[in-house]
C-alpha cells in the first residue's frame, strides 16, 4: 500500500448561510467538526490537512454560463468551496497525496451549464469546475463521476451529457419522491455519450443491503470498464437513515465501505442535513475509509446492527433495474443512435428548469452539433424569468476541449451571428480547446473575454 | 524595576530592567540546587539596588522540559473514556491503560453510561501494578465532565491518598488524544513543579524580594506563580517563548522577522510578524508527544554549532548527532562552529585545532581548508534557510474555517534576520543575505531569553461556548459547566458573560487591573433549526486580554501592566 496521504480540506463556512434557518446555513458542518476535531483527525499521521483556496472566476467561466456574469452569482463562499476541491486536484495529481476530501459547503451537484440563479442549495457545480479544470491544467481526459447524494445529481449530468470521456453514475432517491424530480433510467446521455450516464433511482427506504447490491453489481464493474483516470465522488450524506430531507435509510458504516470499495481519487461533499445525527459519522467514516484507517468503531449512537431490514419486493425491483442498467451499458456501442435520438445535424432537447431556492423558471432548448469526428459543439437558448421582472434571454456556446477544427470554427461563426441578434440580452463563447470564454452584453454593447 | 531569569538546564540567565533600559546581566551555571544558582544570578544583577525597588521577577525554565525528555516523572495510569469513533487501537500511550465503555456526544449528551464495575476494576488493577496518580480522560468531556467526574470520585473514594487529573480541568479543547496526553503530563509532573515553585519562593524570600512574581508560559504570556500550580503544563516551553519575546523587545515595534536561535545541537526558529510573535495553530508538541498546550509556533531544526560533520565517500554530510564540543574546544568530531572559526567568523577555541579539524575532511578530496569550510557553512545555511521559508509556508497553509480567515490571508516576508544563542553571530549575515533581509544581532543577545522573560506581561483568555437549546454552557480555561439562566439569552448576553468569566479570572489570578481592555478573537453564532422550527443557538466566543510586552528595550517607552 501506498504511504501517501489522505489530504483534507474543511471548510465549514462558519459565517456563511443561505439565510439563517435555511438547511445551508452555517450549523451545517458544526458538529462533523466536533466530531472530527475531538477524534484527532487532524493530527493522524494519514491525514494532510489543507488550507482553502478561492477558485478564479475563470475557472467558473471555463465551466458555467453564468447570468450575466459570474461576479453576479457568486459569492466569496462558492469561490472558496470550489478552490478547495481545485487545491486537492492538483495535489492528488502531483503525487502529494493519494486520494483527498473536501469537506466544503456550499455544495455544487444541482448547478447546470447555464446559472440563472441558485437551485437545490447550489449555485456552481464543485465537481465539473474540477474535472474542467484537471484537464486543462493537468491534461486530464477520462473522468468518473459516481452520485451518492439522495436527490439526483442533475446539474452534474446536464454539464457532462454529451461528454463521452465522464461517466457519470448516480444512485438517489426515486425523482418522483423527491427533488429534483429527475434522474430516472431512460435518461443515458445524448448521442455523443450514451450511456455514459447512468441513473439509479431507488425506492424510498432502500437501506444498506440494497445500496451495497447497486455498488458491487453496477457501479464498480461499469466504472472499471470505463476505465477513468480519475474517480470522483459526489458525496451527498442525505440517504442516511435519519436525513429530514431524503427517506433512505443507509447507515454510516454503508457509506464508509462504499468509500472503500469505490477507492475515489477526490471526494466532494454534496448535501445531507441530518447534521447531528448523521453528518459527524458518515464524515468521520468516510475520512477513515480514504485513509485506509478502521471505521468499525464509528457508529450512530442510536443504531443497532440489523436494525433496517430490507423488503423483498423492493429488492428484486433494484435487481431488474441493475440487470437493465448493466445490458444498456454493455451494449452501449451497438445501438442504433438514429433510431433513438433521430437524424440531421443537431439533436435537440428542449428542458424547463425550475431555481427552487431563488425562484426563478427557465426555459432552454439545448442542440448540440452531430459531428462524426469529435463530440460536437454545444447550443443553447436560455430565457430565464424571476418573478414578475423582464425576463432575460441568452444564447451560450460551448466547444468542447476535444472538438475539432471544423466544430470549432462553426461554433465562433455562430457567436458572431447571435451577438447581432437583438434577441438575447447577453451571449456566450465557451471554447474550452483554447480555455477562452467570452461574453457579449448587448445593452452596453460591450464584450469580456478571460483566457486560462 | 523589573527582573526576568531564565532557568535552563546548563545555564541560568537574569536581567535587571530599568524604565526599559537594562541596568544589569548574569548568566551563572545552572546547579542541582535550583536556590544556589537564583541567588547566585540575583546577587549579581542586584548590586546595589535595594529589593523595595523590584516591583516583578518573572521566570521562564525549561526544567519541566527536560523532566519530560528525561521520563523522570512518576508512572501515571490512564482511564480513558473513549466511546465510539476511532478504533480504540489509537490510545496507546507507554502506561498503563484502561478503557472502560461509556460516551457523550459532541452536545454533552451522555450516549452510554459509566458502569462502576469497569472504573474498580481498573483501579484495582492499578493498585496491583503499584499505581498511585491517575488520569481521567473522556471524549468530549469538554462539553459534559460528568463521566470523568465520575471516575475521579470513585477513585477518590477507593483511594483517597492518590492524585487524579480530569481532562476537562487540563485541557478544554476539543482533540481527545491530545487530551489524554496533556492530563497524563499534568499529573506526571505537578510535584515536581511545586518543587520549582517553593525553591523560587524561598529564594526571592531570602533576598527580601516582595514583588509580583509571575512564570512565563509557552504562548509568550505570564501567570502569577503562586497561582499556576494548577496546570505546570503550559510553562513547557517556555524558553522558545522567551527568546522570542526577548527579540520582540529588543527591535522596534512592528517588525516582521524570523529569531534563529543557533545552539549547539538544534536551531530554534520563531516568527515575528507584525511586531507580534506567531502563535502555533495546534498544541505544542512535547517530545513527539501532541499536546493542547497553546505555544509559540517555534520550529526546533537539529542542526547547531556542535553537530557532527563527516565526509562519507566524495560528500560531506552534517548530521544532527553532537558527539562533543567542537573540534576546536578539544571536541572529538569537526563541526560548524570549527568552520566558522577557520572563516574567521567566531573567535571561538583554537585557530589550529579548526584547520586541523577542517583538513580531515578536506584532504581526501584535495579541498583547501577554507573550500571545506565555506561548504560546511553554506550546507547549515541551507538547512536553515529552507525551514523559514517553509515556516512561512506553513504560516500560509494554516486552515481557515471562516470566510472573512480566508480573506485576509496574508503572504509576509521578512525584513530582517534577527539571530540569539551562541552560534548566532557566525551564520546570521549570510542567512540574512540569502533570504535577502537584513542581519541584525541586538545588543544582550545572549540573554534574549531574560530579557524575554522580564517584558512578558500576563494574558488571560476565556472561551465560552453556550447552548441555549441546551440550556447550559462551558467555559474552555476553567472546566466549567454551568446553567444559563437568563431567558431569552441572545449574542450580547453571551459576549458579556464571558467578559464576567475573564473578569472573574482576572480576580482569581490576582491581575483585576488586566482587563480594562479586552479583545474578542472569536464570535460565532450557530442557529439551531428543528423540524424547521427555530430551537436554540449555539455561541462560540472567545475573549482576551491583548496581547503585548512591557517595553520595548533601548527606547525608554514604557507600557503599563
Given amino acids: 500500500m501506498s504511504a501517501k496521504k489522505t489530504g483534507l ?10 439565510s439563517p434557518t435555511h438547511p445551508e446555513r452555517e450549523e451545517r458542518l458544526l458538529y462533523t467538526r466536533d466530531q472530527i476535531f475531538e477524534e484527532g483527525v487532524m493530527d493522524l499521521p494519514q491525514i494532510h490537512e489543507y488550507a482553502p483556496r478561492l477558485a478564479s472566476m475563470h475557472d467558473i467561466s471555463r465551466t458555467h454560463f453564468c447570468v450575466p456574469r459570474v461576479q453576479s452569482q457568486v459569492t466569496e463562499a462558492h469561490l472558496i468551496a470550489a478552490g478547495s476541491t481545485l487545491q486537492l486536484g492538483d495535489s492528488v495529481i502531483n503525487g502529494e497525496i493519494k486520494n483527498g476530501f473536501a469537506m466544503v459547503r456550499p455544495p455544487g451537484h444541482h448547478a447546470m451549464r447555464v446559472v440563472h440563479g441558485n437551485r437545490g442549495f447550489c449555485s456552481i457545480n464543485n465537481e465539473a469546475i474540477l474535472v474542467e479544470y484537471l484537464r486543462r491544467r493537468h491534461g486530464i481526459r477520462k473522468v468518473a463521476i459516481v452520485d451518492s447524494d439522495a436527490h439526483h445529481g442533475d446539474g452534474t449530468q446536464d454539464i457532462f451529457y454529451h461528454d463521452p470521456d465522464v461517466l457519470f453514475i448516480s444512485f438517489h432517491q426515486d425523482g418522483r419522491t423527491i427533488f429534483p424530480g ?33 455498488v458491487d453489481n453496477l457501479v464498480l464493474p461499469v466504472v472499471r470498464d470505463f476505465q477513468p483516470e480519475i ?36 471526494v466532494v461533499l454534496e448535501g445531507g442535513y441530518a447534521i447531528e445525527t448523521a453528518l459527524p459519522y458518515i464524515n468521520l467514516a468516510i475520512i477513515l475509509a480514504l485513509a485506509g484507517a478502521d471505521y468499525s468503531y464509528v457508529m450512530e449512537p442510536d443504531y443497532w446492527p440489523g436494525r433496517f431490514k430490507e423488503s423483498p419486493e423492493r429488492m428484486s425491483k433494484v435487481h431488474k433495474m441493475v440487470d437493465q442498467l448493466l445490458e444498456t451499458w454493455a451494449k452501449r456501442d451497438q445501438v442504433d443512435l438514429q433510431k433513438i435520438f433521430g437524424t440531421g445535424k443537431y439533436y435537440q432537447r428542449k428542458k424547463f428548469i425550475y431555481y427552487d431556492t431563488d425562484y426563478i423558471e427557465e426555459e432552454q432548448l439545448e442542440k448540440v452539433c452531430i459531428c462524426p469526428d469529435c463530440p460536437g459543439y454545444i447550443l443553447i437558448e436560455s430565457r430565464g424569468e424571476r418573478n414578475y421582472r423582464e425576463p432575460i434571454r441568452i444564447y451560450a456556446i460551448s466547444v468542447p476541449f476535444q472538438a475539432c477544427n471544423a466544430c470549432q470554427n462553426e461554433a465562433y461563426e455562430i457567436y458572431e451571428q447571435y451577438k447581432a441578434r437583438a434577441k438575447y440580452d447577453y451571449v456566450y463563447m465557451q471554447d474550452k480547446t483554447t480555455d477562452t470564454c467570452m461574453a457579449f452584453d448587448k445593452k452596453k454593447g460591450q464584450e469580456w473575454m478571460t483566457e486560462g | 524595576m523589573y527582573i526576568g531569569i531564565d532557568v535552563g538546564g546548563t545555564c541560568t540567565d537574569a536581567v535587571l530592567l530599568d524604565n526599559g533600559l537594562v541596568r544589569a546581566t548574569a548568566i551563572v551555571p545552572s546547579s542541582d540546587d535550583i536556590i544556589s544558582s537564583l541567588l547566585q544570578a540575583l546577587d549579581q544583577i542586584m548590586k546595589g539596588v535595594p529589593a523595595e525597588l523590584i516591583e516583578r521577577v518573572v521566570f521562564s525554565t525549561t526544567l519541566i522540559t527536560n523532566l519530560i525528555a528525561e521520563k523522570k516523572y512518576d508512572p501515571v495510569g490512564l482511564i480513558l473514556i473513549p466511546g465510539p469513533g476511532l478504533s480504540h487501537d489509537h490510545y496507546k500511550y507507554n502506561t498503563a491503560t484502561y478503557i472502560i465503555p461509556g460516551a457523550i456526544d459532541y452536545r454533552g449528551r451522555e450516549i452510554m453510561p459509566l458502569r462502576y464495575e469497569d472504573i474498580e476494576k481498573a483501579v484495582e488493577d492499578l493498585n496491583n501494578k503499584g499505581y498511585k496518580k491517575v488520569a481521567a480522560v473522556g471524549k468530549f468531556s469538554v462539553r459534559n465532565n460528568k463521566h470523568e467526574k465520575e471516575v475521579a470520585s ?10 487524579v487529573e480530569m481532562g476537562h480541568q487540563v485541557a478544554g479543547q476539543l482533540n481527545f488524544p491530545r487530551r489524554a496526553v496533556t492530563t497524563m503530563l499534568t499529573c506526571a509532573t505537578r510535584e515536581k513543579y511545586s518543587f520549582f515553585v517553593d525553591s523560587v519562593r524561598e529564594a526571592l524570600t531570602r533576598r527580601g524580594i516582595e514583588g509580583e512574581v509571575f512564570i512565563l508560559k509557552a504562548d509568550g504570556g505570564t ?15 517556555s524558553g522558545p517563548a522567551a527568546s522570542t519575546l526577548g527579540v520582540q523587545a ?25 511586531g507580534q510573535p506567531l502563535l502555533a495553530s495546534r498544541g505544542a508538541p512535547v517530545y513527539e508527544q501532541l499536546t493542547q498546550v497553546r505555544a509559540l509556533a517555534v520550529k526546533s531544526v537539529p542542526v547547531g554549532g556542535d553537530s557532527l560533520v563527516e565526509r562519507v565517500g566524495r560528500e560531506i554530510l552534517v548530521y544532527s548527532e553532537r558527539l562533543g564540543p567542537p573540534y576546536c574546544l578539544g571536541g572529538p568530531m569537526p563541526t560548524p562552529s570549527d568552520a566558522l572559526r577557520v572563516l574567521g567568523l567566531t573567535r571561538l577555541g583554537s585557530d589550529k585545532k579548526a584547520h586541523e579539524a577542517m583538513e580531515m575532511l578536506g584532504r581526501p578530496l ?39 480567515e480566508v480573506l485576509q490571508k496574508r503572504k509576509e516576508r521578512p525584513g530582517m534576520v534577527v539571530g540569539v544563542g551562541g552560534g548566532a553571530s557566525g551564520f546570521i549575515t549570510q542567512i540574512a543575505a540569502r533570504i535577502g533581509c537584513n542581519p541584525v544581532i541586538p545588543p544582550y543577545a545572549p540573554v534574549a531569553n531574560a530579557i524575554g522573560a522580564a517584558v512578558a506581561m500576563p494574558t488571560l483568555q476565556v472561551s465560552l461556548r453556550a447552548d441555549t437549546e441546551q440550556g447550559f454552557y462551558t467555559i474552555e480555561q476553567e472546566g466549567f459547566q454551568g446553567k444559563i439562566e437568563k431567558d431569552p439569552f441572545g449574542e450580547e448576553d453571551a459576549l458579556q458573560l464571558a467578559n464576567e468569566w475573564l473578569r472573574k479570572r482576572a480576580e482569581k489570578y490576582g491581575l483585576g487591573n488586566m482587563i480594562e481592555k479586552t479583545e474578542c478573537t472569536r464570535r460565532d453564532v450557530f442557529t439551531m433549526v428543528r423540524n424547521w422550527i427555530t430551537t436554540g443557538r449555539i455561541y462560540d466566543i472567545c475573549v482576551q486580554t491583548p496581547r503585548g510586552i512591557v517595553a520595548h528595550i533601548g527606547t525608554g517607552t514604557r507600557g503599563e501592566i
Avoid at chain 1, 480540506?9 to 443561505?18: E, H, K, L, Q, T
Avoid at chain 1, 459526489?234 to 458504516?253: I, K, V, W
Avoid at chain 2, 470513585?154 to 492524585?163: I, Q, T
Avoid at chain 2, 581548508?369 to 561548504?375: F, K, L
Fill in chain 1, 182 to 214: 429527475t434522474g430516472f433510467t431512460n435518461e443515458l446521455g445524448g448521442p455523443g455519450a450514451y450511456a455514459r450516464t447512468l441513473n439509479v433511482p431507488l425506492p424510498p427506504g432502500t437501506a444498506d443491503e440494497t445500496f451495497m447490491y447497486v
Fill in chain 1, 9 to 18: 480540506i474543511f471548510f465549514p463556512a462558519f459565517d456563511w448561510a443561505i
Fill in chain 2, 154 to 163: 470513585r477513585v477518590k473514594w477507593l483511594h483517597p491518598e492518590w492524585h
Fill in chain 1, 231 to 266: 474517480i470522483i465522488n459526489s458525496a451527498g450524506q442525505d440517504n442516511h437513515y435519519t436525513d429530514p430531507l431524503g427517506s433512505m435509510r443507509f447507515t454510516a458504516r454503508a457509506y464508509a465501505d462504499f468509500t472503500r470499495k469505490l477507492k475515489p481519487d477526490l
Fill in chain 2, 250 to 274: 529588543l527591535l522596534p515595534p512592528g517588525e516582521t522577522a524570523v529569531v534563529v536561535d543557533i545552539g549547539g545541537t538544534t536551531t530554534d526558529l520563531a516568527l515575528i510578524l507584525g
Fill in chain 2, 366 to 404: 584535495g579541498m583547501s581548508c577554507s573550500e571545506v569550510a565555506q561548504r560546511v557553512v553554506k550546507m547549515v545555511i541551507d538547512i536553515i534557510t529552507q525551514e523559514i521559508e517553509e515556516m512561512f509556508i506553513q504560516w500560509e497553509q494554516e486552515p481557515a474555517y471562516r470566510v472573512w
Fill in chain 2, 223 to 237: 501567570m502569577p506563580l503562586n497561582k499556576v500550580t494548577g496546570v505546570p503544563i503550559e510553562t513547557i516551553f
